[in-house]
């Protein structure tokens, strides 16, 4: 049974663009489509034009459920949002409102659709904590949206979607950013649902691993076209089209020389980082969380280490920590000198970070001339404008931007771009080792292929080291020489990269790994 059509959808945007060009297709009761396509495919906008939030151009139409949407009316629309079409939004952290309590925002949309009142509305937002699998949930909805982690947020914002049983659920990159262990709840969690509830999902993602596992039918997008569409083993196993085998071979076709030295460059000894959750009236501590726990390892020049692990398991505390940008107890040795707060100053130029989200990393109000300059004028004082914009533009080019993009800002870039201005900036510098902090999360598979391309062009061509932090163990497995599997704060298994894969030795490393295969 079809419950929604979508026949030459088109969407305009300033400057009367078309982003989306008359595409057209069918949802059937049950059914789970995937989307996928690269950033700017026009994924997202097409989910938005089924809710009335982006609007269509007049010969398009849209009919959910028996009702013709075309010329539909504000409260029409409302009508359909939340209750016919529940959605998940890619950042609950972004979507939740952060001065409300979980349980009352899920109370809200309960109230707006159905004529019950807010204490009637408020049990049932407890039984649907519960429904999706939040511990304590008794307890959880009196919590804000900042005492959740990512994996909690992204439940309570699917409460919310399935608040008032709607027939379909459109999923907007629901598992982006979130590790793969977290990644399997949520999916399982959303299947789950769509047994009990009889429901249809329309799944965005990037993540072609997860659209391959759990949809039926398949439409791959690039520049607001259909690209491909149909059921999911025949786009999988047999794409007719060279843009879709090019993205299902992006990331596994990455399989990296690997040239490290046996040069000893950085070294962990024993490091221990804590911190402090309550202290007693007299300033002294009660409780505690150890987020490193008695890690140790050795780094060799030209060498990739990766660190993989779940949310909280502490390698992003640990990368941290190295540039010392948290207290810790242990040794840090650079070039068999140890680091401490004398002259961590002096290495700060030999020792550089690419963050995790380069958007919120780079000041919106600084000109890509400025960001990647800032350290240079901190560390080089000396050099005169003209030597600065040379380097600069030096940086730039090695990582395949343009002297044009100098004076342009963060936002007029793409998420691939920016990741690039952020890398630029540490190379200004002339680093010996690189800390990279999830540099390929949130990037679409063909953009985080270029991206892992690119740093290991740049380490053949300048041998530095990385530390390369991630939850996605396909982009550790393409470019590490060996990796630590962290959890709860500890090193559970260190090996290289291919005995890792070919012969793992702890459960959690095989779950790890099986979950991407």
Excluded at 195 to 222: E, G, P, T, Y
Excluded at 294 to 317: D, M, P, R, Y
Aim: hydrophobic residues 40%; proline residues 3%; glycine residues 6%.
């Amino acid at each position: 049974m079809t419950i929604l059509q979508a026949e030459n959808l088109q969407i305009f945007v300033e400057n009367n663009r078309s982003v989306v060009n008359n595409i057209s297709f069918n949802l059937t009761k049950g059914e789970i489509l995937g989307i996928v396509g690269e950033s700017g495919s026009g994924k997202s906008l097409t989910a938005l034009s089924l809710l009335g939030l982006k609007k269509c151009a007049k010969h398009s139409y849209i009919n959910i459920l028996g009702h013709k949407m075309n010329n539909a009316s504000e409260e029409e629309w409302r009508q359909i949002r939340g209750n016919k079409i529940g959605f998940i939004f890619q950042e609950p952290m972004s979507s939740l409102n952060p001065l409300h309590k979980i349980g009352q925002q899920i109370a809200e949309n309960i109230t707006i659709h159905q004529n019950i009142s807010k204490k009637q509305a408020l049990k049932e937002a407890l039984n649907l904590l519960k429904l999706v699998g939040i511990q304590n949930a008794a307890e959880r909805i009196n919590a804000y949206p900042f005492e959740l982690s990512g994996g909690q947020r992204q439940r309570v914002m699917i409460a919310m979607a399935i608040a008032n049983k709607p027939d379909i659920l459109i999923a907007d990159e629901p598992t982006t950013a979130l590790d793969v262990t977290v990644q399997a709840q949520i999916i399982n969690l959303l299947l789950d649902l769509r047994q009990k509830l009889n429901m249809a999902i329309i799944f965005i993602s990037h993540d072609l691993s997860l659209i391959k596992k759990i949809a039926d039918n398949v439409i791959v997008m690039k520049d607001g076209n259909i690209v491909e569409y149909g059921d999911t083993n025949t786009i999988f196993n047999h794409p007719k089209k060279e843009y879709t085998k090019t993205l299902i071979n992006s990331i596994n076709k990455l399989n990296f020389n690997k040239k490290s030295s046996s040069d000893i460059l950085f070294q962990a000894q024993n490091i221990n980082v804590s911190f402090i959750l309550k202290k007693n009236l007299f300033g002294r501590p009660t409780s505690q969380i150890i987020a490193v726990n008695n890690i140790s390892f050795n780094l060799a020049q030209g060498e990739t280490l990766g660190i993989v692990g779940e949310s909280g398991s502490g390698k992003t505390t640990l990368g941290l920590s190295i540039v010392g940008l948290n207290d810790y107890k242990g040794k840090f040795l650079y070039q068999n000198q140890e680091i401490s707060e004398k002259n961590r100053h002096l290495l700060r130029q030999q020792i550089q970070m690419v963050f995790q989200d380069p958007y919120n990393s780079l000041n919106p109000r600084l000109t890509v001339f400025d960001i990647v300059g800032e350290g240079l004028r901190a560390n080089f004082p000396k050099l005169t404008k003209e030597q600065r914009k040379n380097k600069i533009i030096s940086s730039l080019t090695e990582v395949g931007l343009s002297p044009e993009d100098l004076y342009k800002y963060p936002h007029q870039f793409s998420g691939g771009q920016r990741q690039r201005i952020a890398i630029a900036r540490a190379l200004v510098l002339e680093p010996k080792l690189i800390i990279l902090d999830e540099p390929t999360s949130a990037l679409d598979v063909s953009i985080q292929a270029q991206i892992l391309t690119l740093l290991k062009q740049i380490q053949n061509k300048r041998q530095i080291s990385y530390i390369f932090i991630s939850h996605d163990i396909k982009a550790v497995r393409a470019i590490s020489d060996n990796i630590i599997v962290m959890k709860d704060g500890k090193i559970i298994e260190k090996d290289s990269a291919e005995k890792i894969f070919k012969f793992p030795k702890q459960a959690y490393t095989k779950q790890l790994i099986e979950s991407v295969t």
